[in-house]
Structure formats: C-alpha cells, structure tokens
C-alpha cells in the first residue's frame, strides 16, 4: 500500500475555520459519494462544527449508506459553508452554487473550489478517514462503519477494482470497529454476489475452540499481489485463500438467490462444519450452498454450526495435519 496521504493544512484550517458545513456529494449519488458526505458530516460534527448532508437526490436502494442523522433536508441557508465530496466536477454537485472545498479521490478533478484535496485513493472515504485522524476524531463504529461503507461501494463488494491497497483499508476500518457484518448484509441485499470474508480460529492447537469465532474480516492485503491477480481477477481470490496454520477460513459468496460458503482449513478438519451445514468435501476444503436464505440467515446458520461442532468432545482434538 502507498504511504497514507496527507491532508493539506488548508484544508484541516478550513474545516476549523467554518462553523456550518453543507456537505454536498454528486447527483446520481452512488454509495460511496453517500458514505463520504456521512463520515465527513460525523467528523465535523465531532469537531463541534455544524454539519449536514444536502442529497435532494437520494435513491431509496443506496439509503442505507447515509447514517440517518446526518441527512438535512432543503438548501443550507446564509452562514453555511460548503464543501463537496466525491464530486469530479462543479456542476455534477447536488446543490448548484460554489462550494469552499472540493475533496474528491477522481484524478481528472479540476479542482474547481477555493481550497481543494484531490488524491487518488480507493474509495472517497478514505479520504475522511486521513481527515479525521488529522482533526484528531477517533474513529467510533458508526464512522468506521460509514468509511468501510464507501469502500464496499466503490469496489462493488471487493469485485470490482480492488487493489491491495483497498484491502489494506478495509482491514484498517475494520479494525476501528466498522460494523462489516451489517455492511456486507445491506450490500449484498442490494448487490447480489457480493463477498464477505470470515475470520479463522487463530490458534495453534487442532481443536475447534469452544467459541464461535467467526467474524467478517477483509481479507490480507497482500492476496490479490501475492496471486498475481490483477483488480478484474478478484473472482478468483477464494480459491487461493488460505487460513493461518491450525485456523479455518469460511470465504462467504452471496449469490441471486443463494449463499455459498467455502470452508478452508490448515489442520482443522472441515468436515463436520460442512456436515452440520448440509455441506461436504475434504477435510481441508469443503463446501455448501444455502438457497433462499439471506446473508444473515446464512451467518446465523453457520455460527450454530461451529457451535455445535465446538460442542463434540470428539471433534475438538481431530486433527488432520500429516499433508498440510
Ligand atoms: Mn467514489
């Protein structure tokens, strides 16, 4: 991943200079430009600021990704300021009019306002979280979740043009607490075929541990390059997935009208987790498939079935490590 960018101190002293902030994303407004406008309404709001999200046009399918407390409706009157996110040109603004700061990740920016930040990074959102760590905001759930959000969007779920960098941040919001869970939930609903990635039980003995550990975790930065795929082969990532030693990995695929699960271990075996799941395999790569369950249908399912096989006294010192 490249050094994390810097915001300008323009840009910071802006922010702080302004009481009111309108913040505007684009029209068309996909889930990133709503996520972006959100972390950075949160964010101004945290630093005692005013803040609130103009999106006249708002498509009911992407309300989910604007948290619902920063939605103002109308025009900013006199004494607001505005700053524009997302937006690669002036008159693509939601509201007409001139912004005082453009903050935008789309290369061919003008940079049309008085104070601009345009950097090229995955998601917009990302962008606020460089933002926030400058005005000295700790990212809480709710912002974590609103930037691992705009990254969710503008790879469509890890499918589309996801680097290793775009891993690296989703790992970073994750670890700040994103609800990813709720995110894959909302996306895949709306973007079926949608992945998830659930964490593996990390530790070194063969035993399932009596927990249920499973989690939505981004997967490791470093896979796509690591496989030499280029971001269009993301489709292929799952079967080069593998867990730590002595953890298992449930890579999730939401499909139309199904959820896939493929179950990975290294000195685990799989079998009785595809088993109780109505699966089968190999002891180190199985497989199921749910039909006409949803995302979190499947996760509940799944959390039962590892607790169940946590449960048997037989099972937790199987190992099947000799080939690994
Ligand atoms: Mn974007």
Redo the contacts with the bound molecule.
């Keep these: 991943m490249n050094d994390t960018p810097v915001p300008p101190q323009e840009l910071l002293s802006t922010f702080r200079a302004h009481a009111a902030w309108a913040v505007i994303p684009h029209v068309l407004p ?1 889930v ?2 709503l996520a ?1 406008a959100s972390a950075l309404c949160l964010v101004l709001r945290r630093i005692g600021k005013r803040a609130a999200v103009f999106a006249p046009e708002l498509p009911e399918i992407h309300r989910w990704a604007l948290a619902p407390e920063v939605l103002a409706s109308g025009e900013p009157g006199a004494g607001w300021s505005r700053v524009g996110v ?1 937006t690669a040109r002036a008159d693509r603004l939601q509201l007409a009019g001139p912004v005082d700061v453009n903050l ?3 290369e061919d920016n003008p940079r049309f306002a008085p104070v601009n930040w345009v950097c090229s990074v995955p ?3 990302c962008l606020v979280a460089t933002v926030a760590g400058a005005l000295g905001v700790a990212a809480d759930t709710t912002l974590a979740t609103a930037l691992y959000t ?1 990254l969710v ?2 790879t469509e779920g890890f499918r589309v043009q996801a680097t290793a960098e775009s891993f690296a941040w989703a790992r970073r919001f994750a670890g700040a607490g994103a609800d990813t869970e709720g995110v894959a939930e909302a996306f895949h609903r709306r973007s079926p075929g949608f992945w998830a990635y659930l964490a593996a039980v990390e530790g070194s003995a063969l035993t399932w541990e009596g927990t249920v550990p499973c989690r939505v975790v981004p997967i490791d930065a470093g896979l796509p390059e690591r496989f030499a795929l280029r971001p269009y082969e993301n489709a292929l990532l799952p079967s080069h997935l593998l867990p730590p030693r002595g953890g298992v990995l449930v890579v999730l695929q939401g499909g139309r009208d199904n959820v896939r699960f493929r179950l990975r271990s290294r000195g685990v075996d799989v079998l009785p987790l595809a088993h109780a799941l109505g699966g089968g395999g190999h002891p180190q790569a199985a497989g199921v498939v749910l039909r006409g369950v949803s995302l979190h249908e499947a996760l509940e399912r799944l959390r039962a079935a590892w607790a169940e096989v946590a449960a048997r006294p037989a099972d937790r010192t199987r190992g099947v490590s000799p080939r690994l």
């Design positions: 996909d990133d430009a972006t997302d935008d990740h789309h998601a917009c959102t705009g969007g503008d």
